[in-house]
Nanobody, 115 residues
Framework: VQLVESGGGLVQPGGSLRLSCAAS????????MRWFRQAPGKERELVAA????????NYADSIKGRFTISRDNAKNTVYLQMNSLKPEDTAVYYC?????????WGQGTQVTVSS
């Protein structure tokens, strides 16, 4: 099983980034996919989630209206489009696959929002 995130980096406030998470080794289309983030000195928090079919999404209040989660089951990939980025969005972003008691994590990708 592998979840490989990409797309992180340094961006100025107000800018945009698109994170990708490529999955392999499990039946991607049957898993809920989630993005978490963890800032220095803080607990890991759930940012966004998308159902297995992509028909349902949920977002943390802190990012509603700015971030969009999506998935392409044909490509076994989940995305996080991040717009209007703020310094407080700085964190390591992790991809997560969840189904009942099964759960997998990626290694994380750093997002830094700074001028």
């Amino acid at each position: 099983v592998q979840l490989v995130e990409s797309g992180g980096g340094l961006v100025q406030p107000g800018g945009s980034l698109r994170l990708s998470c490529a999955a392999s080794g499990f039946t991607f289309s049957s898993y809920v996919m989630r993005w978490f983030r963890q800032a220095p000195g803080k607990e890991r928090e759930l940012v966004a989630a998308i159902s297995s079919t992509g028909g349902s999404t949920n977002y943390a209040d802190s990012i509603k209206g700015r971030f969009t989660i999506s998935r392409d089951n044909a490509k076994n990939t989940v995305y996080l489009q991040m717009n209007s980025l703020k310094p407080e969005d700085t964190a390591v972003y992790y991809c997560n696959a969840y189904k009942f008691k099964m759960e997998y994590w990626g290694q994380g990708t750093q997002v830094t929002v700074s001028s």
